[in-house]
């Protein structure tokens, strides 16, 4: 098959109409390579954003309507006001940020999977034939776990997560083949997978609960393991969802500032976390004061703002939950 032959079925061009009556911009699916590496992976396809436009560009054919859906409704959420992560913060390790922000998407992208394989259950996407290219995905990702173990559990526990949202844990052949090949990571994911679907995901308010609670645990896992916890709870900034009643409240009343040993990126200065003192989790970032401005009303006055007026400032995106 060609990439010049693909055609989208009705599902996945039913999906692109609803993204696309959202967007102030033109989405558009474009398939970029006649590759069929015999596997489904996300890694697959990605969005790019040209001017006020987005393509998602589908790097392989093995299963492109399955692919193209994927990213759909990934971008669907965002566009219905489901809560986005951002990255304002660095290490002054550009790779440490780098590894860092890929495995906060990666734990954010995870629960939102939780209502993209649902979305793709109801357009009669994942078939017999999608669940054995997903198992070879897995497969050409990982190596059996070896013993002692490697530092590859990380990854296999991510992957193997991903995989227990997409199969559900009642495969009883898919199961057996993970508790051979990873028994290790296998109870990790599992006990991962408890926390992120003991409350469905409904809303985005549920949905973010269930990320906060997702970076949580994973560190908690990654210390028992011996490994460095990545502290998404501080690195990563998650929109806020925000009740109409929360927006009027002083912003000391919802959040607390948190002096970061890491740098804001666009000034370098020293950075301000804002944590959300319900959950402790990084709602927005602010800079150090500049030398000229730096005394102590420069935080009392952004404390004696409404939320709603910081966010506006800040030009930070949040979503309202709804009554």
């Known amino acids: 098959m060609q990439a010049k032959d693909v055609q989208l079925n009705t599902e996945v ?19 970029i390579s006649d590759q069929q590496v015999g596997f489904v992976r996300h890694d697959q396809a990605q ?3 040209v001017g006020d436009d987005i393509v998602i560009q589908v790097a392989d054919l093995t299963a492109p309507n399955y692919t193209a859906a994927h990213e759909l409704v990934h971008l669907l959420m965002v566009l219905s006001g ?25 734990l954010y992208d995870i629960v939102s999977h939780v209502v993209v394989v649902k979305e793709q259950q109801k ?9 054995q290219l997903y198992l070879n995905g897995v497969t050409a990702t990982l190596k059996p776990e070896p013993t002692p173990v490697d530092d590859e559990m990380t990854l296999r526990t991510l992957t193997l997560l991903d995989a227990l949202v997409f199969f559900g844990t009642g495969d009883q052949a898919v199961m057996d083949q993970f508790e051979r090949d990873y028994p290790i990571s296998l109870a990790a994911a599992k006990k991962l997978y408890a926390i992120i679907t003991e409350k469905p995901v409904t809303s985005p308010f549920s949905l973010r609960r269930n990320v906060v609670k997702l970076f949580k645990a994973f ?16 690195f990563t900034t998650l929109s806020s969802v925000l009740s109409q009643r ?29 944590i959300n003192r ?11 004061p500049a030398p000229k401005e730096d005394s102590p009303e420069y ?25």
């Open 246 to 274: 929360q927006l009027g409240l002083e912003v000391k009343q919802v959040f607390e500032f948190y002096h970061s040993d890491m740098h804001e990126k666009t000034t370098q200065r020293r950075a301000y976390v804002g």
């Open 278 to 288: 319900t959950d402790q989790q990084n709602a927005f970032v602010l800079p150090a």
């Open 219 to 234: 560190d908690e896992q990654l210390e028992a393991w011996h490994l460095p916890a990545l502290h998404n709870t501080e």
């Open 13 to 31: 061009q039913g999906l692109l109409d609803q993204v696309n009556a959202l967007y102030p911009g033109k989405v558009s699916v474009s398939f």
């Open 123 to 131: 357009h009669q996407l994942i078939t017999d034939e999608i669940k």
């Open 82 to 106: 489901f809560p986005q992560v951002f990255f304002s913060l660095t290490t002054g390790q550009p790779q440490l940020d780098e590894q860092l922000m890929i495995m906060g998407t990666e």
């Open 47 to 49: 969005q790019v954003k």
């Open 299 to 323: 935080f009392t006055k952004y404390y004696n703002l409404t939320v709603e007026e910081l966010f506006k400032q800040l030009k930070m995106p949040y979503i309202l939950r709804e009554p």
